[in-house]
């Protein structure tokens, strides 16, 4: 069965400073990953996926990602956090067999970016 | 545009009272999901539809039922709650046709449902 896994909770990171949210999946056959932000009483908001091609993906507001296969990771990174990107953040997987297209989420870790 | 829209915002059921969580879309997609959010868990997959007429069962579907009549309406019924279901719905939608099928997910505020 697939799953992801992300391994801290939190993350703290002073403002100017690169940051990394940490992503591990497993699934049958190639990955189809996602990464989602979500603010306080707000819904998830897409942030970037990988889907086939170049193993760093960018995305939105200055964040990319990394695919590694041979770790089955898939970490969120950005060079420069704000304090504005504090904020609770998802890994999710899509198996690429799975004709539902759902997607199965991580528990979530929580950015917190200091001034 | 306005997306993917819920309604209510926030409810409080007694247990065994039932209720309907409203959710629309006006993107003309033709995925829709429901998924509930638990405090420190991720989102867990209730019901599906892949298109107006065709819904299916996600992970946790007990206590909940669903119905697609129409591409944009996909709402989610609670029969006699439970504390159980107290969590933050979200409805989410997608455009999965083609070469659209890697799109991501979009979706809805959310409703806060508090069952007592």
């Known amino acids: 069965a697939q799953s992801v896994a992300q391994p801290e909770d939190q993350v703290k990171v002073a403002e100017g400073n690169p940051l990394t949210v940490k992503c591990t999946y497993s699934?049958?056959?190639?990955?189809?990953l996602f990464w989602y932000v979500q603010y306080p009483n707000r819904g998830l908001q897409f942030l970037l996926k990988?889907?086939?091609?170049?193993?760093l993906v960018k995305g939105s507001y200055g964040f990319e990602a990394e695919f590694n296969k041979s770790q089955t990771s898939f970490h969120l990174k950005k060079p420069s956090a704000l304090v504005s990107d504090s904020a609770l953040y998802f890994c999710a997987v899509r198996a690429p067999m799975d004709s539902s297209y759902k997607l199965i989420f991580g528990s979530g870790t929580r950015l917190l970016v200091r001034p | 545009n306005a997306g993917v829209t819920q309604t209510p915002k926030f409810r409080i059921l007694k247990i065994g009272q039932s209720m309907t969580l409203q959710c629309t879309q006006d993107?003309?997609?033709?995925?829709m999901y429901w998924y509930r959010q638990d405090p420190g868990m991720g989102l867990k997959l209730i019901y599906y539809?892949?298109?107006?007429?065709?819904?299916d069962k996600g992970e946790v579907p007990n206590g909940y039922n669903v119905s697609r009549s129409t591409t944009e309406d996909f709402p989610l019924r609670l029969e006699l709650a439970a504390p159980s279901q107290t969590s933050v719905y979200f409805c989410?939608?997608?455009?999965?046709?083609?070469?659209?099928?890697?799109?991501?997910?979009?979706f809805g505020p959310g409703t806060r449902l508090t069952v007592t």
């Open positions: 993107m003309n997609h033709n995925y």
């Open positions: 539809s892949v298109g107006a007429g065709i819904t």
């Open positions: 989410a939608s997608s455009d999965s046709r083609g070469r659209d099928r890697f799109n991501e997910q979009y």
């Open positions: 699934v049958s056959g190639n990955p189809y």
């Open positions: 990988y889907i086939t091609g170049d193993n």
